[in-house]
């Protein structure tokens, strides 16, 4: 499954990639509407989902499916705006913002990875075994 | 059943039209009103008075019911109501338990209001249909449902003649009939009650909801005090709402984005806490079986003992292994990150009209387990859920059938009452076959069954008048209290819970207060005082829940990190000011704890005065069974023989050379006192005199003296 893989040590905490990312999918540039986060002070870290699919399970109207390449994606249009994904998101990058009554979150599209002077982020594939989510037919053993 | 054919046998009697409103800071402000006996529809306007005096729920409800009955109504009659309402928060998506609607009628088991809490997506989408509340009032000649359609703006009555009764199947017939297809299936939500909700005065109402993982209709419960028992005598099949665009911003919240704030904290405190505190994500409530157990509370044999070795069999452990379905999302309503309503998949029934089908089985919580298994002294996990299953289906309040059966399991075992009573049922503790024999006739309305589905209060009239049951010893082993079974604690060693379940408005249940820890355990409420200050905050907290449409359960089946340091950790004050600033988030309204309780007083007081109006609110209604305080028997004395001896001598009596039986009163003597004089400290807590009516002065003080209710009170001042 397709994700967006990342080396904090090579980041330079510059915030190309909060820009582009906040710009193309809010149409401004705002690091809170950001999918890919990256602290201001300490040590750089790049906060982004791995696209383990945990949410999936979360969600109480089934609004998280992961699609054909693998990466997680929201249908806003059915999306309640619970917000139990951004609580029980383990890595804290499911993303929220009071001016949407949904959700957001990285869909691995990669713009950011151009936009990044270090080579820190990059699109990966990783093994559809690391998917976290439940296989509801074991689960209900129809 | 084709439901293409169900659905064109309904014949219409009624039709509204009605234009789709805006909700405002919580509030449709509007209400609707359904008269099914003579096919009217109409809207009422919620005022300002009503939001200030009742602020919505169960307020609305009882205010609805007060208005609409008179004080020779009874719970038949064709005024009695049966109101809907969730209150402001209802409908809210981001905060865990935000879906609950408050359901008041007369109750058939009390002949006094009762309220009961209930999950289900009913409550919510009937406020995004665009009411606050639905009234429903008269009776039918024929089955018939009330269908609101929230897309449209229409409210239909129709008679619906080939639908089935039961839960489980109606609420998939009617979920697939108003669905445009599959996805559409979650903006359906369903009310129904069962076959023997019919032929009992226990019946309960079915909430629905769908489940889209499971792809099936799960229900909740609104169970005490036979609702349910109501809805069919006015010949309701179902009540059906639908609403298609939920979005987590339709209350048009006042400030949307500390809602947000606070939800979202709240979540990230249950993913991180609640595996190592209560499991409510594995298990629900039935987490705490084995808990209560080890501190004696758990009700064995109809509230005689308060463990038993066998509890072992039906820990809530066995259920996550074995029945429990693990890991899918169980809320009750979207945001309900605490997900306790569990269900057990691909359960194979082994009795009934249903035996051999594999059903969803939506439980067990805990007071399922306890008042179908260790007070009926059954303690096996699969029979739980089988009794479980039946209940809800057929429509049977679990509390009160298990509580009433352990009731007639104990009288049967004295001898009180014999096989030709029973219609040949042999009726002992731990006997499932006949458990279930019981709620099968209950659904049929024969036999035995149906005796019991009169409940306790009922049955003991009748064993003695019928069999020449001592009335005395069938008052003190009958656990009920205004004619509600207690639902399932033992509340012997705890006077502020003997006073929790005894000064309650609707009868003993433990929504209003439960102080065992606090009391008996922790020992922080060592004074009368004490007591009487806890039996005033916690009623009143609790009541606050079923104003604005809240769930009681995130508020303390799981605390925050640190909470223990805290001022008052009973209190779980970091989840007190959640809810404050959630309430603040819809309504605009910057409430301090005081004003909640305020808001709590002004409601608590009116359903206490409509109690009095009904010829029930007195001290001689509060008086409580001798079980629910102290050992009966000699049986119950001995099992616990050093804690008794060791009371008695602490009061200074000398046991040395004293029968079981000269202990037994000795004790009782004491205990009962301590009662009398823990009523008398909280009815003064609670601004009423020693009769337990509210004082005109205190009335006036927290602005509930409308001429109404002193027009019933003044002469008992
Ligand atoms: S948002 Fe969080 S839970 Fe969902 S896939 Fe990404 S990392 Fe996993
Ligand atoms: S916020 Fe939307 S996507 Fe996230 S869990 Fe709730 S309904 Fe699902
Ligand atoms: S805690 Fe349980 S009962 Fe309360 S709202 Fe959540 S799922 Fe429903």
Redesign the pocket.
């Known amino acids: 499954m397709k994700y967006l893989a990342k080396d904090n040590s090579k980041c330079i905490q510059c915030g190309n990639c909060e820009t582009v990312c906040s710009k193309t999918y809010f149409k401004e540039d705002n690091y809170e509407k950001s999918c890919i986060q990256i602290n201001k002070e300490g040590d750089p870290e790049i906060n982004v989902c791995n696209q383990c699919g945990e949410?999936i399970d979360?969600?109480?109207?089934v609004?998280?499916k992961r699609d054909k390449l693998g990466v997680v994606r929201?249908d806003k249009k059915i999306?309640?705006?619970?917000?139990?994904?951004v609580g029980f998101c383990p890595q804290l990058s499911m993303r929220q913002h009071d001016d949407y009554i949904?959700?957001f979150k990285c869909i691995a599209c990669g713009l950011c990875v151009k936009e990044c002077p270090t080579g820190a982020i990059y699109i990966d594939e990783k093994s559809d075994d690391e998917a976290r989510e439940l296989k509801l037919d074991e689960v209900f053993r129809r | 059943m084709d439901i293409k054919k169900m659905r064109e046998s309904h014949k219409l009697l009624a039709e509204y039209k009605y234009e789709l409103g805006k909700i405002e800071r919580g509030y449709a402000n509007r209400t609707l009103y359904v008269n099914i006996s003579d096919n009217t529809i109409s809207s009422k306007p919620v005022t300002e008075t009503m939001k200030e005096k009742f602020v919505g729920g169960k307020g609305f409800g009882l205010w609805y019911l007060w208005n609409a009955t008179s004080p020779s109504t009874k719970w038949d009659s064709p005024e009695n109501e049966i109101v809907i309402a969730g209150g402001p928060a209802c409908g809210i998506t981001q905060y865990a338990g935000t879906g609950k609607s408050l359901v008041c009628s007369i109750s058939p088991l009390t002949g006094i209001p009762i309220d009961s809490n209930v999950g289900g997506y009913f409550g919510p989408l009937l406020k995004f249909a665009g009411w606050d509340a639905l009234e429903v009032q008269g009776k039918a000649d024929n089955d018939i449902i009330v269908y609101i359609d929230g897309n449209k703006g229409v409210v239909t009555i129709e008679e619906a003649p080939l639908e089935a009764v039961d839960g489980h199947i109606l609420g998939e017939q009617l979920t697939e009939m108003y669905a445009d297809n599959e996805d559409d299936k979650r903006n359906v939500a369903v009310v129904t009650a069962g076959t023997g909700a019919e032929h009992t005065r226990m019946g309960l109402l079915n909430f629905s909801f769908y489940d889209p993982r499971r792809k099936t209709t799960r229900l909740k419960q609104a169970g005490r005090g036979g609702i349910g028992t109501v809805f069919r005598n006015k010949k309701i099949k179902a009540l059906v709402v639908k609403f298609s665009n939920v979005k987590g911003n339709l209350n048009n919240a006042y400030d949307q984005s500390i809602i947000n704030k606070t939800g979202i904290k709240y979540h990230k405190e249950i993913h991180d806490l609640d595996h190592l505190q209560n499991n409510m994500r594995k298990i629900g409530t039935a987490n705490i079986i084995e808990v209560m157990d080890e501190y004696d509370l758990l009700p064995v044999m109809n509230f005689q003992y308060g463990s038993h070795p066998d509890t072992e069999k039906i820990k809530s452990t066995v259920f996550i292994e074995k029945y429990i379905t693990q890991g899918v999302q169980d809320g009750c309503w979207y945001g309900c990150s605490m997900a306790c309503a569990k269900a057990a998949d691909n359960f194979t029934l082994k009795t009934g009209p249903y035996k051999g089908q594999k059903v969803t089985v939506d439980g067990p919580e805990y007071e399922n387990a306890a008042g179908l298994g260790s007070n009926c002294g059954i303690f096996d996990p699969a029979a739980i859920l089988e009794l479980n299953f039946y209940c809800d289906t057929y429509g049977i309040d679990t509390i009160s059938f298990g509580t009433a059966t352990a009731f007639a399991m104990e009288c049967y075992g004295r001898a009180i009452i014999n096989k030709e009573a029973t219609g040949g049922l042999e009726l002992n503790f731990g006997n499932f076959e006949t458990a279930v024999e019981l709620l099968h006739q209950m659904s049929r309305g024969e036999g035995f069954g149906t005796v019991i589905g009169q409940g306790v209060h009922r049955m003991k009239k009748m064993f003695v008048e019928k069999y020449g049951a001592d009335a005395d010893f069938l008052f003190d082993i009958g656990m009920e209290q205004k004619g509600l079974e207690y639902s399932e604690y033992v509340s012997k060693e705890s006077l502020a819970q003997q006073g929790g379940y005894g000064f309650t408005n609707k009868g003993p249940q433990h929504d209003e207060a439960w102080l065992i820890f606090m009391d008996m355990v922790n020992n922080q409420l060592p004074t009368f005082e004490d007591k009487a200050e806890a039996l005033h905050y916690f009623p009143m907290f609790r009541t606050w829940f079923g104003l604005y449409g809240f769930c009681k359960l995130p508020w303390n089946d799981i605390v925050p990190e640190g909470n223990q340091y805290t001022d008052e950790p009973a209190k779980v004050p970091e989840h007190v000011q959640n809810y404050l600033d959630v309430a603040y988030g819809v309504t605009g309204k910057r409430l301090k704890v005081s004003d909640m309780i305020r808001e709590s007083e002004r409601v608590y007081n009116f359903q206490k005065i409509f109690n009095i109006r009904m010829g029930k609110g007195l001290r001689k209604d509060d008086k409580a069974p001798y079980r629910s305080m102290g050992p009966v028997t000699k049986e119950e004395y001995e099992s616990r023989q050093e804690r008794y001896d060791k009371q008695l001598k602490e009061i200074g009596y000398h046991i040395e050379g004293k029968t079981t039986e000269e202990k037994i009163a000795q004790l009782r003597k004491y205990r009962e006192d301590q009662y009398e004089q823990l009523m008398d400290a909280v009815y003064k807590r609670r601004g009423w005199n020693s009769k337990g009516v509210p004082k005109i002065e205190y009335l006036k003080e927290i602005k509930m003296d409308l001429p109404e209710l002193i027009e019933v009170v003044k002469d008992l001042q």
Do not use: D, N, S, T
């Open positions: 949410c979360i969600c109480p109207v609004a998280i929201i999306c309640v705006g619970c917000f139990m994904c949904e959700p």
